[in-house]
């Protein structure tokens, strides 16, 4: 009863980004933060780059991986930094997802990579704040910082879009995906 297990390109591409996601992930674990939860998002920077090349789906499926297989490796699975990290994660999908309809609805009003990734930056770090305001702060003194880590993820979404579209130029004229 020997059955090989196959794979697909599609399986060699989610596994090759989630893997470089991951590698990310866990060097921003390491850095120090002037706030609890701030950090710069790199590896989403990693996800832009699978939904611009590869589409939403892959995109979903690598930011998954990449807090599930991250949070075994730095022993987070099931901590509050587990759920503030997913549901993050899964705020920001949704709303990229929202952007690409809107860009593909509206062609006159498509986003940058930057701009997509302001959005995603801003609905992580919202998604975060309201996990954390839910379940573990439940204080009405939180929304004091949420203009603060508002205004971060901005920052650091701008930081991120512009090594997305950086990535992505450089990659475009190498990569062959047919």
Not at 59 to 67: G, Q
């Amino acid at each position: 009863m020997n059955q090989a297990l196959t794979t697909t390109k599609e399986d060699h591409i989610i596994v090759w980004l989630a893997a470089l996601a991951i590698t990310i992930h866990i060097a921003e674990a390491a850095l120090p933060t002037p706030l609890p939860g701030v950090k710069p998002g790199l590896a989403n920077v990693v996800t832009l780059i699978a939904v611009y090349f590869f589409g939403w789906r892959i995109a979903l499926w690598v930011s998954l991986l990449r807090i599930l297989v991250g949070s075994l490796i730095i022993g987070s699975f099931l901590s509050p930094t587990f759920f503030l990290s997913l549901s993050g994660a899964i705020c920001s999908l949704l709303m990229l997802r929202l952007a690409l309809w809107w860009s593909a609805s509206v062609p006159m009003l498509r986003f940058s990579t930057i701009g997509y990734s302001i959005i995603a930056a801003m609905a992580h770090m919202y998604g975060q704040f309201w996990i954390a305001y839910w379940l573990f702060i439940h204080h009405a003194g939180i929304f004091n910082i949420l203009p603060i880590l508002m205004t971060v993820s901005v920052i650091f979404g701008i930081v991120s879009g512009i090594v997305a579209k950086e990535v992505i130029q450089r990659l475009e004229p190498r990569l062959n995906l047919d």
